[in-house]
């Protein structure tokens, strides 16, 4: 186990909706990257939050958004939610200034009907 | 764009055997190598990793060689095992001021008693 923790662990949402993942990193981890995986597919970057700032984006339009707080953890935002957002969720927390080694947690399924 | 190319995308082997899966790279500037494999309802947990200035590394049964020359690198699993299978996901990265993973498509190991 890493130590990375997801919740929830499912949602079922609706075309058009819009839904909250959250993320809680690791302990001594100040960073938080957030990538979506697609059945059968490896994970794509969206994007990562360092200091409660983006700190880097995938492609990924707008209405993919996140946060992330003082005690590192973090949020992905989807709104106006289309059938090919459904997909795993998954988020990896690092420290950017010590190994770049990112660990992830169990994801999140989400399946927009 | 950056791309990481991955090969078989399926692997069966006999327990015992030796398993090895390839892995390039297009980004010349990419210097970190993780190594992920991803069970069934998880998320993906690093294995193994490789730093450009590193030619190869082994822990255990599980071994990565790199060519950076070539922008190769590849994971040896030797006397594999029936916990071994699942899905592998090879990934570069580069050390900027954010951690950008970019993910092959997985190969998906069996490991036949």
């Known amino acids: 186990e890493t130590g990375v923790t997801q919740s929830p662990t499912h949602l079922i949402k609706t075309r058009g909706q819009q839904v909250t993942l959250r993320c809680s990193s690791q302990?001594?981890?100040?960073?938080v990257s957030w990538y979506q995986q697609a059945l059968g597919q490896g994970p794509q970057f969206i994007f990562q939050y360092y200091r409660e700032e983006e700190n880097g984006r995938g492609n990924f339009p707008p209405r993919f958004s996140g946060l992330q707080f003082p005690n590192y953890s973090s949020e992905l935002n989807v709104n106006a939610l289309e059938l090919d957002d459904s997909a795993l969720y998954l988020c990896?927390?690092?420290?950017?200034?010590?190994?770049?080694?990112?660990?992830f947690g169990p994801g999140t399924r989400l399946t927009v009907l | 764009g950056e791309n990481v190319e991955q090969h078989p995308s399926t692997l069966s082997v006999q327990e015992g055997d030796s398993a090895v899966i390839k892995c390039t790279y297009s980004d010349s500037a990419s210097n970190y190598f993780p190594w992920y494999k991803q069970e069934l309802g998880k998320g993906p947990q690093l294995i193994i990793d490789?730093?450009?200035?590193?030619g190869e590394k082994k822990d255990q049964r599980i071994a990565v060689t790199l060519n950076k020359t070539a922008k190769h690198f590849s994971l040896h699993i030797t006397e594999t095992q029936p916990e071994d299978s699942a899905v592998y996901f090879c990934?570069?990265?580069?050390?900027?001021?954010?951690?950008?993973?970019?993910f092959g498509p997985g190969t998906s190991l069996s490991v036949i008693p």
């Open positions: 302990s001594g981890h100040n960073t």
């Open positions: 490789i730093r450009s200035n590193v």
């Open positions: 990934a570069a990265s580069r050390k900027t001021s954010y951690d950008k993973v970019i």
């Open positions: 990896a927390s690092s420290s950017l200034l010590g190994p770049d080694t990112q660990y």
